[in-house]
């Protein structure tokens, strides 16, 4: 499963690093419009300037999963030990919910260097301050210590627990569904 996983977040990294780079952009308001973010990214750097970040994206994305989903079904496993039957729906969810929390939480500094790196602003013929995974965490470290490695943890991880409390009740609900269907 891990590998397969693995795979998987690599192609879809394909699709969200460019969605990730123009949506940040926009968000710290360097441009107002989609066609503006899309046409100055284009000239900046062209194809490749959509995908800057890419590599830290996918460091982070593969070590979230490797996280959440053994943790899940970890915990659904020791909640169903416990009451002698198969999880709910509702108790999956909370399972995946906590997962992806503590998924999120550690994984949050590739996430903040993953978004430095895509928006730093590099002038014409300078060197970039965050020029890869390891170059942007280790400057994090070096400038702002560990807090700075989790800037942002709280929020980070409160949607991400959200949106695992949603994403595996409906995962849950129509697998269990399905099961009772005979369709599973």
């Known amino acids: 499963h891990a590998g397969a996983s693995a795979c998987g977040e690599v192609m879809a990294c394909l699709v969200r690093v460019p969605t990730a780079n123009i949506t940040q952009n926009m968000q710290v308001g360097r441009y107002t419009r989609l066609t503006e973010a899309i046409g100055a990214l284009q000239k900046s750097g062209g194809v490749g ?15 979230f999963s490797f996280i959440q ?4 079904e970890g915990f659904k ?3 169903a030990e416990k009451q002698g039957r198969e999880t709910t729906a509702l108790e999956g969810a909370a399972c995946g919910s906590l997962a992806g929390g503590i998924a999120g939480g550690t994984t949050t ?4 260097a993953k978004t430095r790196i895509m928006l730093e602003k590099v002038e014409e013929g300078a060197v970039r301050k965050y020029g890869g995974t390891v170059q942007a965490l280790s400057t ?3 400038e702002e210590g560990v807090q700075g490695l989790f800037k942002g ?3 980070r991880v409160t949607w991400i627990t959200v949106g695992g409390f949603i994403f595996f009740g409906a995962y849950e609900g129509a697998q269990k569904t399905l099961q009772r269907t005979g369709l599973w």
């Not at 989903?69 to 899940?72: I, V």
């Not at 500094?109 to 903040?112: A, G, Q, R």
């Open 140 to 142: 994090i470290f070096a």
């Open 49 to 63: 300037a959509f995908y800057v970040g890419y590599g830290t994206m996918v460091m982070r994305e593969i070590p």
């Open 77 to 79: 496993k020791i909640v």
């Open 69 to 72: 989903f053994p943790l899940y």
């Open 153 to 155: 943890i709280g929020p």
């Open 109 to 112: 500094p590739l996430d903040v």
